[in-house]
């Protein structure tokens, strides 16, 4: 008996390149896109999807985006129901803290410079056209867009604890700030937000902020018995 020819047969559902375009498909990426971020011809992208479909019996990339299969090696494997005992849901559900903020750039190694060394930001790590920051345990996730003109993005409000100092010191490093520090608001129990806005390099706005609890005034001078 002849040896059996080709691949030998993978022991997952998938094969690891279906597993990556699938999982970008779940990620709201297009086939260019695809291709681009993991260095394929967007054809390929196309053989992987349609075997990808075909073994999984599903009509579109739309029901793939709904699909939720995890590799068998995967630890989140070890959580499927489908291949345990099923999960105890809780009643009292909490999202927990925030884990992630994203921004787009034009460029991001210039964006990578500017957000480690000019900001400070531990930079975490980079893979193709995706970088990450830590932000006190939020992760800055920074992207590079295609388009020339890259759209809004929320304020990211960084934490200091001395404002006036940072001002000082990101000033010398050279960014421009709109205005000098100011006092937003204070509470009733004399808590003070303060706030300066200052722009990336693609021109958005970022700001550092922080509380000031304000102290006990000055003691009152007391007259010197001698006097």
Excluded at 18 to 45: C, T
Excluded at 118 to 147: E, N
Excluded at 197 to 212: H, S, T
Aim: charged share 25%; net charge neutral; hydrophobic share 40%.
């Amino acid at each position: 008996m002849g040896k059996q020819r080709g691949r030998p047969r993978h022991p997952d559902v998938l094969t690891p390149a279906e597993w990556q375009v699938a999982d970008a498909v779940r990620h709201g990426l297009g086939n260019r896109q695809i291709a681009r971020r993991r260095g394929i011809s967007p054809d390929a992208v196309k053989f992987h999807l349609a075997n990808t479909l075909a073994k999984l019996g599903l009509a579109d990339r739309g029901e793939l985006r709904r699909w939720c299969g995890v590799p068998s090696d995967s630890a989140l494997a070890q959580r499927d129901p489908r291949r345990g005992p099923p999960a105890t849901m809780s009643p009292d559900l909490r999202l927990g803290p925030l884990g992630q903020v994203s921004r787009h750039v034009r460029d991001l190694p210039r964006a990578v410079h500017w957000y480690g060394e000019i900001l400070g930001l531990p930079h975490l790590y980079t893979y193709g056209d995706l970088a990450f920051f830590d932000c006190g345990g939020v992760r800055l996730f920074l992207s590079a867009s295609a388009d020339e003109v890259v759209a809004p993005d929320s304020v990211l409000y960084f934490r200091v604890p001395d404002i006036r100092l940072a001002y000082e010191q990101l000033g010398s490093r050279g960014v421009e700030f709109s205005g000098a520090p100011h006092m937003i608001f204070r509470h009733e129990s004399g808590l003070e937000e303060w706030m300066a806005f200052f722009v990336d390099p693609d021109g958005r706005p970022l700001a550092i902020m922080a509380q000031v609890q304000a102290g006990p005034g000055p003691e009152p001078a007391t007259a010197d018995p001698a006097d």
